[in-house]
């Protein structure tokens, strides 16, 4: 079965440094993959999401993840962390036939000013 | 506002009671999912209906059921209500069942069992 594994479920950052969060999948086949921001009393948004084409996939407000296949991970990044971006970041993976999703733990982004 | 509506926004209800959530998707998207969030447990996928059919089913109890009418709103009914089931019940949506869809989320229903 499909899984994602998020490592650490808080990560604080100061405003403008480097926003870094991990997620490492678990599939016996090339997944589809997907990184959802929750924000308080909010449902979820999607962020981006690789879908087997570029293996470096850029998302709304300046975040990007790199897939790397040898590595089974998915790892979301934004140069610059901005206050507007504390919220509840998810990991997510689908089956190529299903899109029933399995979702990470979460990991919860402080950023202090 | 992803176009996924669901009601009612606050539910307060007792012990052994019964629920019913109700999700209505985005125009045109045929699938339909239920997820869970607590605080525990973490974002728990359901079911998935697709086109009024049954697709797939997660870690739903069998004290919880589901159903996608023809007009493709969805209805998750909870029974013998138990103070672990308060969380914030999810619904999505999405165009088709084809893994790279991404799923639309409603707001959520919050539910308090007391």
């Known amino acids: 079965a499909q899984s994602v594994t998020q490592l650490g479920s808080h990560v604080s950052v100061s405003e403008g440094a480097l926003v870094l969060l991990r997620c490492n999948y678990s599939?016996?086949?090339?997944?589809?993959l997907f990184w959802y921001v929750q924000y308080p009393n909010q449902g979820l948004q999607l962020l981006l999401k690789y879908t087997s084409a570029a293996t470096l996939v850029k998302g709304i407000n300046g975040f990007e993840a790199e897939f790397k296949k040898s590595e089974t991970s998915f790892h979301l990044t934004k140069p610059s962390a901005h206050m507007s971006d504390a919220a509840e970041y998810f990991c997510?993976?689908?089956?190529?036939?299903?899109?029933?999703?399995?979702f990470g733990a979460g990991t919860r982004l402080t950023v202090k000013p | 506002d992803s176009g996924v509506t669901q009601t009612p926004k606050h539910l307060i209800t007792a012990t052994g009671q019964r629920v019913t959530l109700r999700c209505s998707p985005r125009?045109?998207?045929?699938?339909v999912y239920w997820y869970q969030q607590s605080l525990d447990q973490g974002l728990q996928f359901l079911i998935q209906y697709y086109n009024g059919e049954e697709r797939a089913k997660g870690n739903i109890l069998e004290r919880f059921s589901a159903q996608q009418f023809p007009d493709l709103h969805s209805e998750l009914n909870l029974s013998s209500l138990e103070l672990g089931d308060s969380a914030l019940y999810f619904c999505?949506?999405?165009?088709?069942?084809?893994?790279?869809?991404?799923?639309?989320f409603g707001p959520g229903t919050r539910l308090t069992v007391l």
């Open positions: 999505a949506s999405s165009a088709s069942v084809a893994g790279y869809n991404e799923q639309f």
């Open positions: 997510a993976v689908s089956d190529r036939n299903n899109n029933d999703m399995r």
């Open positions: 125009s045109g998207d045929l699938s």
């Open positions: 599939s016996s086949v090339p997944p589809y």
